[in-house]
């Protein structure tokens, strides 16, 4: 029994409840009975120390590698070890000048294009701090468009790369010398825990 029900002061339930190991309130009191109980990990068995986690990060990132789609070619921007490379070749080229081991697969980056100004929410937040029909009496809205538009062209240019979890580049070509294979390379990163079955 971890849940406590809340009351008003005048006595009658809430229908709240919360955790008395940290506080966390919720309106179902099942989740507040066991939201700090341990779980076992969904994916290896394990308990997992962290408090509200369902699963090992190391468990979650090892399922990731191993669902991830695996692509044999990839002519965009890689990232390894939370650094970004504009291509496999500038990652094997760091790793080689480094005297570091090539992993057999790198999660590959998506694109994020550049976060344009939206004009129409800029005016929809003025219309919704204000009074109505204020758009009419805007000055100066034409030329702030206009200054939008160009503003957004002028820096389209400036996009974003981000991990694409679901997706890996094989580097197999590159790993010849050690041999490698993703079995080898996630027991090396992510020993101690069994493998997913
Ligand atoms: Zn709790
Ligand atoms: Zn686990």
């Not at 090992?56 to 789609?69: F, P």
């Not at 100004?117 to 805007?138: K, R, V």
């Not at 034409?142 to 094989?170: H, I, W």
Request: net charge negative; hydrophobic share 30%.
């Amino acid at each position: 029994m971890n849940a406590q029900e809340l009351f008003s002061k005048n006595g009658f339930s809430v229908h709240v409840w919360y955790c008395l190991s940290c506080g966390i309130v919720s309106k179902e009191k099942e989740v507040a009975e066991n939201c700090c109980k341990r779980s076992n990990c969904r994916y290896c068995g394990e308990p997992v120390e962290e408090q509200h986690w369902l699963a090992h990060q190391a468990c979650i990132e090892k399922n990731k590698i191993e669902k991830a789609e695996k692509l044999g070619t990839w002519d965009g921007w890689v990232v390894y070890e939370d650094k970004y490379y504009t291509s496999v070749d500038e990652l094997i080229e760091d790793l080689e000048d480094n005297k570091d081991s090539i992993p057999e697969y790198v999660f590959i980056c998506k694109k994020k294009p550049f976060p344009a100004i939206n004009i129409e929410h800029l005016i929809e937040s003025i219309e919704e701090n204000s009074y109505e029909g204020i758009i009419d009496s805007l000055v100066g809205l034409d030329a702030l468009t206009e200054a939008v538009n160009a503003f957004n062209e002028n820096n389209k240019d400036l996009v974003s790369y981000l991990p694409d979890k679901t997706k890996m580049v094989c580097l197999k070509d590159y790993a010849t010398k050690e041999g490698a294979s993703i079995s080898h390379w996630i027991r090396k990163n992510y020993h101690g825990y069994k493998p997913i079955s």
